[in-house]
Protein backbone atom coordinates (compact mmCIF):
# COMPACT_ATOMS: atom_id res chain seq x y z
CA UNK A 1 0.00 0.00 0.00
CA UNK A 2 1.25 3.06 -0.83
CA UNK A 3 2.08 6.56 0.88
CA UNK A 4 2.21 10.21 -0.34
CA UNK A 5 4.36 12.92 2.04
CA UNK A 6 3.58 16.37 1.07
CA UNK A 7 5.59 18.97 2.45
CA UNK A 8 4.83 22.97 2.77
CA UNK A 9 4.98 25.12 0.24
CA UNK A 10 5.87 28.69 -0.71
CA UNK A 11 3.94 30.78 -2.62
CA UNK A 12 3.60 29.62 -6.45
CA UNK A 13 2.08 31.26 -9.73
CA UNK A 14 1.67 28.60 -12.38
CA UNK A 15 -0.36 27.74 -15.71
CA UNK A 16 -1.15 24.55 -15.55
CA UNK A 17 -2.45 23.03 -19.48
CA UNK A 18 -2.42 19.04 -18.38
CA UNK A 19 -5.22 18.24 -15.73
CA UNK A 20 -6.61 14.96 -16.27
CA UNK A 21 -9.03 14.84 -19.06
CA UNK A 22 -12.54 15.09 -17.61
CA UNK A 23 -13.32 11.18 -15.79
CA UNK A 24 -17.40 11.56 -16.42
CA UNK A 25 -17.40 12.51 -20.23
CA UNK A 26 -14.32 10.28 -21.19
CA UNK A 27 -16.62 7.47 -19.58
CA UNK A 28 -19.84 8.76 -21.79
CA UNK A 29 -17.70 8.90 -24.58
CA UNK A 30 -16.76 4.75 -24.61
CA UNK A 31 -20.36 3.74 -24.11
CA UNK A 32 -22.73 6.39 -26.46
CA UNK A 33 -20.02 5.17 -29.16
CA UNK A 34 -22.08 1.62 -29.46
CA UNK A 35 -25.42 3.20 -29.71
CA UNK A 36 -23.84 4.83 -33.26
CA UNK A 37 -22.89 2.34 -36.45
CA UNK A 38 -20.35 4.16 -37.21
CA UNK A 39 -17.09 4.49 -36.05
CA UNK A 40 -16.29 7.04 -33.15
CA UNK A 41 -13.22 9.37 -32.81
CA UNK A 42 -12.21 10.66 -29.35
CA UNK A 43 -9.44 13.12 -28.71
CA UNK A 44 -7.87 13.95 -25.10
CA UNK A 45 -9.56 10.17 -23.62
CA UNK A 46 -8.39 10.34 -19.91
CA UNK A 47 -6.18 7.05 -19.34
CA UNK A 48 -6.78 6.26 -16.14
CA UNK A 49 -7.39 2.89 -14.95
CA UNK A 50 -11.25 3.02 -14.62
CA UNK A 51 -11.89 4.98 -18.04
CA UNK A 52 -9.37 2.18 -19.07
CA UNK A 53 -11.66 -0.37 -17.81
CA UNK A 54 -14.67 1.18 -19.50
CA UNK A 55 -13.01 1.12 -22.64
CA UNK A 56 -11.85 -2.50 -22.31
CA UNK A 57 -16.00 -3.64 -21.54
CA UNK A 58 -16.85 -1.83 -24.67
CA UNK A 59 -14.10 -3.94 -26.61
CA UNK A 60 -15.41 -6.83 -24.52
CA UNK A 61 -19.22 -6.14 -25.91
CA UNK A 62 -18.06 -6.23 -29.69
CA UNK A 63 -16.34 -2.67 -30.61
CA UNK A 64 -12.96 -2.52 -31.84
CA UNK A 65 -10.65 0.60 -30.38
CA UNK A 66 -8.09 1.55 -32.20
CA UNK A 67 -5.55 4.10 -30.35
CA UNK A 68 -3.61 6.25 -32.54
CA UNK A 69 -2.07 8.17 -29.35
CA UNK A 70 -3.82 11.25 -29.94
CA UNK A 71 -6.87 9.81 -31.04
CA UNK A 72 -8.89 6.90 -30.12
CA UNK A 73 -11.43 5.41 -32.81
CA UNK A 74 -13.90 3.32 -31.48
CA UNK A 75 -15.88 1.43 -34.10
CA UNK A 76 -18.90 -0.33 -32.78
CA UNK A 77 -20.42 -3.90 -33.52
CA UNK A 78 -23.51 -4.45 -35.45
CA UNK A 79 -24.65 -6.18 -32.34
CA UNK A 80 -23.43 -6.32 -28.97
CA UNK A 81 -21.51 -9.35 -27.67
CA UNK A 82 -22.02 -11.48 -25.40
CA UNK A 83 -19.39 -11.75 -23.21
CA UNK A 84 -17.49 -14.75 -21.93
CA UNK A 85 -15.99 -13.09 -18.47
CA UNK A 86 -17.68 -10.39 -16.09
CA UNK A 87 -16.86 -6.96 -17.19
CA UNK A 88 -14.50 -5.35 -14.90
CA UNK A 89 -15.57 -1.87 -13.73
CA UNK A 90 -12.72 -1.29 -11.40
CA UNK A 91 -13.69 1.42 -8.91
CA UNK A 92 -15.74 3.57 -11.39
CA UNK A 93 -20.16 3.62 -9.98
CA UNK A 94 -20.13 5.89 -13.10
CA UNK A 95 -19.43 2.90 -15.07
CA UNK A 96 -21.25 0.38 -13.45
CA UNK A 97 -24.58 2.59 -13.23
CA UNK A 98 -24.36 3.42 -17.26
CA UNK A 99 -23.64 -0.01 -18.52
CA UNK A 100 -26.64 -1.56 -16.04
CA UNK A 101 -28.67 1.12 -18.03
CA UNK A 102 -27.37 0.28 -20.96
CA UNK A 103 -26.93 -3.21 -21.28
CA UNK A 104 -30.59 -4.01 -19.68
CA UNK A 105 -32.15 -3.60 -23.00
CA UNK A 106 -29.61 -5.40 -25.06
CA UNK A 107 -29.98 -9.53 -25.41
CA UNK A 108 -27.80 -10.84 -23.74
CA UNK A 109 -25.91 -12.26 -20.03
CA UNK A 110 -23.66 -9.58 -18.40
CA UNK A 111 -22.10 -9.55 -15.22
CA UNK A 112 -20.73 -6.17 -13.82
CA UNK A 113 -17.94 -6.47 -11.11
CA UNK A 114 -15.36 -3.92 -9.71
CA UNK A 115 -12.76 -3.73 -6.76
CA UNK A 116 -13.44 -4.06 -2.99
CA UNK A 117 -14.78 -0.88 -2.98
CA UNK A 118 -17.07 -0.76 -5.99
CA UNK A 119 -18.70 -3.99 -4.28
CA UNK A 120 -19.81 -2.23 -1.14
CA UNK A 121 -21.47 1.02 -3.14
CA UNK A 122 -25.19 1.03 -3.77
CA UNK A 123 -26.46 -0.10 -7.13
CA UNK A 124 -30.77 -0.73 -6.67
CA UNK A 125 -31.30 3.23 -7.12
CA UNK A 126 -30.70 2.19 -10.43
CA UNK A 127 -31.31 -1.36 -10.37
CA UNK A 128 -35.05 -0.80 -9.27
CA UNK A 129 -36.19 1.53 -11.34
CA UNK A 130 -34.66 -0.32 -14.75
CA UNK A 131 -36.63 -3.46 -12.82
CA UNK A 132 -39.29 -1.38 -12.53
CA UNK A 133 -39.93 -0.96 -16.54
CA UNK A 134 -38.86 -4.72 -17.51
CA UNK A 135 -35.12 -4.91 -16.43
CA UNK A 136 -34.28 -8.12 -15.49
CA UNK A 137 -31.20 -7.11 -12.79
CA UNK A 138 -30.10 -9.14 -9.69
CA UNK A 139 -26.60 -8.87 -7.61
CA UNK A 140 -26.05 -9.33 -3.71
CA UNK A 141 -28.98 -7.81 -1.07
CA UNK A 142 -31.71 -7.68 -3.79
CA UNK A 143 -29.59 -5.81 -6.80
CA UNK A 144 -28.01 -3.53 -4.01
CA UNK A 145 -24.53 -4.98 -4.37
CA UNK A 146 -22.06 -6.08 -7.43
CA UNK A 147 -21.80 -8.50 -9.04
CA UNK A 148 -24.63 -7.31 -11.08
CA UNK A 149 -25.97 -10.11 -12.97
CA UNK A 150 -27.95 -8.64 -16.47
CA UNK A 151 -30.07 -10.54 -18.35
CA UNK A 152 -30.52 -7.95 -21.42
CA UNK A 153 -33.98 -8.28 -23.09
CA UNK A 154 -35.16 -6.46 -26.54
CA UNK A 155 -36.97 -3.52 -25.71
CA UNK A 156 -37.83 -2.16 -22.03
CA UNK A 157 -41.35 -0.39 -21.50
CA UNK A 158 -41.65 3.42 -21.80
CA UNK A 159 -41.71 5.37 -18.28
CA UNK A 160 -42.70 8.25 -16.25
CA UNK A 161 -40.26 8.23 -13.21
CA UNK A 162 -39.89 10.67 -10.80
CA UNK A 163 -35.94 10.17 -9.35
CA UNK A 164 -35.92 10.59 -5.04
CA UNK A 165 -32.18 12.14 -5.71
CA UNK A 166 -30.48 14.15 -8.24
CA UNK A 167 -27.82 11.94 -9.57
CA UNK A 168 -26.64 12.09 -12.98
CA UNK A 169 -25.55 8.19 -12.94
CA UNK A 170 -29.15 7.64 -12.32
CA UNK A 171 -30.20 10.05 -14.45
CA UNK A 172 -27.61 8.69 -17.48
CA UNK A 173 -28.37 5.39 -17.13
CA UNK A 174 -32.52 6.09 -16.95
CA UNK A 175 -31.65 8.37 -20.22
CA UNK A 176 -29.70 5.03 -22.11
CA UNK A 177 -32.60 2.66 -21.03
CA UNK A 178 -35.29 4.87 -22.88
CA UNK A 179 -33.22 5.16 -25.81
CA UNK A 180 -33.98 1.30 -26.35
CA UNK A 181 -37.96 1.42 -25.26
CA UNK A 182 -41.04 0.96 -26.51
CA UNK A 183 -42.47 4.22 -26.16
CA UNK A 184 -41.27 7.92 -25.07
CA UNK A 185 -40.09 8.35 -21.50
CA UNK A 186 -39.84 10.64 -19.34
CA UNK A 187 -37.66 11.42 -15.76
CA UNK A 188 -37.56 13.91 -13.53
CA UNK A 189 -34.94 14.15 -10.66
CA UNK A 190 -35.56 17.44 -7.40
CA UNK A 191 -33.07 19.18 -8.44
CA UNK A 192 -30.85 18.95 -11.78
CA UNK A 193 -28.21 17.06 -12.11
CA UNK A 194 -24.58 17.45 -13.87
CA UNK A 195 -26.03 16.85 -17.58
CA UNK A 196 -23.21 15.57 -19.68
CA UNK A 197 -25.19 13.03 -21.26
CA UNK A 198 -27.94 15.17 -22.17
CA UNK A 199 -25.93 17.51 -24.35
CA UNK A 200 -23.67 14.74 -25.75
CA UNK A 201 -26.71 12.50 -26.26
CA UNK A 202 -28.73 15.70 -28.27
CA UNK A 203 -25.39 16.37 -30.25
CA UNK A 204 -25.42 12.81 -31.40
CA UNK A 205 -28.84 13.13 -32.58
CA UNK A 206 -31.02 11.61 -30.26
CA UNK A 207 -34.35 13.22 -29.63
CA UNK A 208 -34.18 14.62 -26.09
CA UNK A 209 -35.77 17.54 -24.74
CA UNK A 210 -35.43 19.31 -21.43
CA UNK A 211 -37.97 21.28 -20.19
CA UNK A 212 -37.79 24.55 -18.13
CA UNK A 213 -39.07 22.77 -15.13
CA UNK A 214 -36.60 20.16 -15.68
CA UNK A 215 -38.32 17.34 -16.96
CA UNK A 216 -36.24 15.34 -19.94
CA UNK A 217 -38.44 13.69 -22.18
CA UNK A 218 -37.06 10.59 -24.10
CA UNK A 219 -37.75 9.37 -28.00
CA UNK A 220 -36.55 5.96 -28.17
CA UNK A 221 -33.86 5.69 -31.18
CA UNK A 222 -35.45 4.88 -34.35
CA UNK A 223 -31.73 3.94 -35.93
CA UNK A 224 -28.48 4.49 -34.57
CA UNK A 225 -27.13 8.17 -33.42
CA UNK A 226 -24.63 9.81 -35.09
CA UNK A 227 -21.33 8.95 -34.20
CA UNK A 228 -18.95 11.29 -31.77
CA UNK A 229 -16.32 13.57 -33.17
CA UNK A 230 -15.05 15.05 -29.67
CA UNK A 231 -12.27 16.62 -27.98
CA UNK A 232 -12.69 15.38 -24.02
CA UNK A 233 -11.89 18.78 -21.79
CA UNK A 234 -10.21 18.85 -19.03
CA UNK A 235 -11.89 17.61 -15.88
CA UNK A 236 -12.89 20.78 -13.70
CA UNK A 237 -13.55 18.56 -10.72
CA UNK A 238 -9.86 17.15 -10.89
CA UNK A 239 -8.66 21.05 -11.84
CA UNK A 240 -10.35 22.25 -8.12
CA UNK A 241 -7.77 20.24 -6.12
CA UNK A 242 -5.61 23.31 -7.48
CA UNK A 243 -7.97 26.27 -7.70
CA UNK A 244 -7.91 24.98 -3.35
CA UNK A 245 -4.17 25.32 -3.58
CA UNK A 246 -4.27 28.88 -4.71
CA UNK A 247 -6.95 29.79 -2.37
CA UNK A 248 -5.05 28.56 0.47
CA UNK A 249 -1.46 29.16 0.11
CA UNK A 250 -0.97 32.95 0.55
CA UNK A 251 0.26 34.78 -2.64
CA UNK A 252 -0.43 32.04 -5.08
CA UNK A 253 -2.55 32.25 -8.49
CA UNK A 254 -3.30 29.57 -10.72
CA UNK A 255 -4.13 29.07 -14.22
CA UNK A 256 -6.30 25.93 -15.16
CA UNK A 257 -6.29 25.53 -18.66
CA UNK A 258 -8.81 24.26 -21.01
CA UNK A 259 -11.38 22.71 -18.42
CA UNK A 260 -15.26 21.92 -19.10
CA UNK A 261 -17.19 25.36 -18.33
CA UNK A 262 -20.09 23.54 -18.00
CA UNK A 263 -22.84 25.55 -15.41
CA UNK A 264 -23.00 21.82 -14.06
CA UNK A 265 -19.63 21.44 -13.15
CA UNK A 266 -18.29 24.78 -12.10
CA UNK A 267 -20.16 25.33 -8.83
CA UNK A 268 -17.24 24.54 -6.32
CA UNK A 269 -15.53 27.28 -8.30
CA UNK A 270 -18.67 29.89 -7.52
CA UNK A 271 -18.24 28.65 -3.85
CA UNK A 272 -14.92 29.14 -3.67
CA UNK A 273 -15.78 32.72 -5.14
CA UNK A 274 -18.13 33.18 -2.40
CA UNK A 275 -15.44 32.35 0.26
CA UNK A 276 -13.15 35.11 -0.96
CA UNK A 277 -11.11 34.03 -3.57
CA UNK A 278 -10.51 35.28 -6.92
CA UNK A 279 -12.00 33.34 -9.70
CA UNK A 280 -12.17 34.15 -12.94
CA UNK A 281 -13.64 32.19 -16.36
CA UNK A 282 -12.56 32.59 -19.76
CA UNK A 283 -14.63 31.16 -21.98
CA UNK A 284 -13.15 29.56 -25.39
CA UNK A 285 -15.55 27.49 -27.55
CA UNK A 286 -18.69 25.66 -26.67
CA UNK A 287 -20.06 22.59 -29.11
CA UNK A 288 -20.33 19.82 -27.30
CA UNK A 289 -19.66 21.63 -24.37
CA UNK A 290 -18.37 25.11 -23.39
CA UNK A 291 -14.31 25.17 -22.73
CA UNK A 292 -11.99 27.77 -21.47
CA UNK A 293 -9.69 28.63 -18.73
CA UNK A 294 -9.98 29.21 -14.63
CA UNK A 295 -7.69 31.57 -13.06
CA UNK A 296 -7.67 31.49 -9.28
CA UNK A 297 -5.85 33.92 -7.07
CA UNK A 298 -5.15 33.72 -3.10
CA UNK A 299 -7.56 36.06 -0.82
CA UNK A 300 -8.04 35.74 2.76
CA UNK A 301 -11.09 33.05 3.00
CA UNK A 302 -14.10 33.03 5.13
CA UNK A 303 -16.78 30.29 5.59
CA UNK A 304 -19.52 29.76 4.01
CA UNK A 305 -23.19 27.19 3.95
CA UNK A 306 -23.33 25.15 1.35
CA UNK A 307 -26.68 23.70 1.21
CA UNK A 308 -28.09 24.04 -2.70
CA UNK A 309 -26.77 22.49 -5.96
CA UNK A 310 -25.38 19.91 -3.96
CA UNK A 311 -25.65 17.55 -6.99
CA UNK A 312 -23.52 20.31 -9.01
CA UNK A 313 -20.29 19.95 -6.48
CA UNK A 314 -20.96 16.70 -4.68
CA UNK A 315 -17.32 15.48 -6.19
CA UNK A 316 -15.31 18.52 -4.72
CA UNK A 317 -16.81 18.64 -1.30
CA UNK A 318 -13.80 16.83 0.09
CA UNK A 319 -11.39 19.27 -1.91
CA UNK A 320 -13.92 22.38 -0.38
CA UNK A 321 -13.82 20.96 2.80
CA UNK A 322 -10.05 22.10 2.97
CA UNK A 323 -10.86 25.43 2.08
CA UNK A 324 -13.46 26.11 4.69
CA UNK A 325 -11.00 24.34 7.10
CA UNK A 326 -8.35 26.92 6.07
CA UNK A 327 -11.21 29.76 6.22
CA UNK A 328 -12.07 32.21 8.85
CA UNK A 329 -15.06 31.26 10.78
CA UNK A 330 -17.46 28.32 10.21
CA UNK A 331 -18.25 26.61 7.28
CA UNK A 332 -21.08 23.98 6.97
CA UNK A 333 -22.45 21.55 4.26
CA UNK A 334 -25.98 20.78 4.11
CA UNK A 335 -28.12 18.11 2.24
CA UNK A 336 -25.20 16.28 0.59
CA UNK A 337 -26.43 12.58 2.36
CA UNK A 338 -24.89 11.77 -1.01
CA UNK A 339 -21.89 11.73 0.01
CA UNK A 340 -22.00 8.73 2.07
CA UNK A 341 -22.07 6.51 -0.89
CA UNK A 342 -18.90 7.63 -2.70
CA UNK A 343 -15.87 5.76 -2.71
CA UNK A 344 -16.11 6.00 0.91
CA UNK A 345 -18.11 7.46 3.64
CA UNK A 346 -17.04 11.18 2.81
CA UNK A 347 -18.77 12.68 5.16
CA UNK A 348 -17.28 10.21 7.70
CA UNK A 349 -13.36 10.53 6.16
CA UNK A 350 -13.48 14.35 5.92
CA UNK A 351 -14.84 14.66 9.54
CA UNK A 352 -12.16 12.08 10.68
CA UNK A 353 -8.99 12.85 8.74
CA UNK A 354 -9.74 17.03 9.53
CA UNK A 355 -10.19 16.20 13.66
CA UNK A 356 -6.44 14.27 13.08
CA UNK A 357 -5.50 18.10 11.77
CA UNK A 358 -6.39 19.17 14.67
CA UNK A 359 -9.71 20.81 12.96
CA UNK A 360 -12.54 21.53 14.82
CA UNK A 361 -15.74 19.70 12.63
CA UNK A 362 -19.08 18.44 13.68
CA UNK A 363 -20.47 15.50 11.63
CA UNK A 364 -24.27 15.66 10.97
CA UNK A 365 -26.08 12.77 8.88
CA UNK A 366 -25.99 15.11 5.50
CA UNK A 367 -22.78 16.97 5.92
CA UNK A 368 -21.01 18.51 8.80
CA UNK A 369 -19.78 22.47 10.13
CA UNK A 370 -16.21 22.79 9.85
CA UNK A 371 -14.57 25.83 12.02
CA UNK A 372 -11.54 27.58 10.40
CA UNK A 373 -8.37 27.43 12.03
CA UNK A 374 -4.37 25.94 11.62
CA UNK A 375 -3.42 22.58 9.92
CA UNK A 376 -1.56 20.39 12.23
CA UNK A 377 0.12 17.84 10.07
CA UNK A 378 -0.65 14.22 10.69
CA UNK A 379 -1.18 10.88 9.42
CA UNK A 380 -4.44 10.63 7.08
CA UNK A 381 -6.25 7.67 5.90
CA UNK A 382 -8.02 7.81 2.64
CA UNK A 383 -10.08 5.02 2.80
CA UNK A 384 -9.32 4.14 -0.77
CA UNK A 385 -10.71 7.07 -1.62
CA UNK A 386 -9.23 9.59 -4.26
CA UNK A 387 -10.75 11.97 -3.53
CA UNK A 388 -9.71 12.31 -0.09
CA UNK A 389 -6.16 11.13 -0.41
CA UNK A 390 -5.97 14.27 -2.96
CA UNK A 391 -7.67 16.76 -0.58
CA UNK A 392 -5.51 15.77 2.38
CA UNK A 393 -2.36 16.00 -0.02
CA UNK A 394 -3.70 19.83 -0.93
CA UNK A 395 -3.50 20.70 2.55
CA UNK A 396 -0.04 19.50 3.54
CA UNK A 397 1.11 22.54 1.00
CA UNK A 398 0.31 24.67 4.14
CA UNK A 399 0.92 22.02 7.23
CA UNK A 400 2.76 18.89 5.33
CA UNK A 401 0.86 15.64 5.29
CA UNK A 402 1.10 12.00 5.24
CA UNK A 403 -1.75 9.92 3.29
CA UNK A 404 -1.98 6.46 3.04
CA UNK A 405 -3.35 4.18 0.73
CA UNK A 406 -2.58 6.22 -2.55
CA UNK A 407 -2.79 3.67 -5.49
CA UNK A 408 -6.15 5.40 -5.50
CA UNK A 409 -5.17 8.31 -7.14
CA UNK A 410 -4.25 6.37 -10.40
CA UNK A 411 -7.79 5.83 -10.75
CA UNK A 412 -8.71 9.24 -11.44
CA UNK A 413 -6.01 11.52 -12.14
CA UNK A 414 -2.72 10.21 -13.18
CA UNK A 415 -0.36 13.11 -12.79
CA UNK A 416 -2.08 14.52 -9.75
CA UNK A 417 1.74 13.73 -7.94
CA UNK A 418 3.80 15.34 -10.80
CA UNK A 419 1.52 18.24 -10.81
CA UNK A 420 1.89 18.68 -6.98
CA UNK A 421 5.50 18.34 -7.18
CA UNK A 422 5.07 21.89 -9.59
CA UNK A 423 3.81 23.78 -6.06
CA UNK A 424 5.53 21.90 -3.31
CA UNK A 425 8.09 18.73 -2.37
CA UNK A 426 6.52 15.96 -2.40
CA UNK A 427 7.90 11.67 -1.67
CA UNK A 428 6.42 8.86 -2.68
CA UNK A 429 6.68 5.78 -0.06
CA UNK A 430 5.71 2.25 0.94
Known amino acids: MSRLIVKPAKRFDIAIDTIAPDKSISHRCAIFSLLSDKPSRVRNFLRAEDTLNTL ?77 IGAKIDGREEGNLAPI ?26 ILAALNADTPSKYREPHLSRDHSERMLKGMGADIDVAKDGTITITPMQGPLQPLDITVPADPSSAFFFAVAAAIVPGSRVVLKGLSLNPTRIEAYRV ?88 EVEEFEDGYAITGGRFKKAVI ?50
Open 381 to 430: DSHGDHRIAMSFAIAGLVSGMEIEDTDCIRTSFPNFTQLLARIGEVENGD
Open 56 to 132: SIVEKLGAKVDDEGEVITVTPPASINEPAAILDCGNSGTAMRLFMGFLASRPGFFVLFGDKYLAARPMRRVADPLRS
Open 149 to 174: AIRGVEHLDGFDYVSPIASAQVKSAM
Open 272 to 359: LERMGANVEFVLHEDKYEPIGDIVVTHAPLHGVTVEENIAWLIDELPALAIAMAAAEGESRVKNAKELRVKESDRIRSVVDNLRRCAI
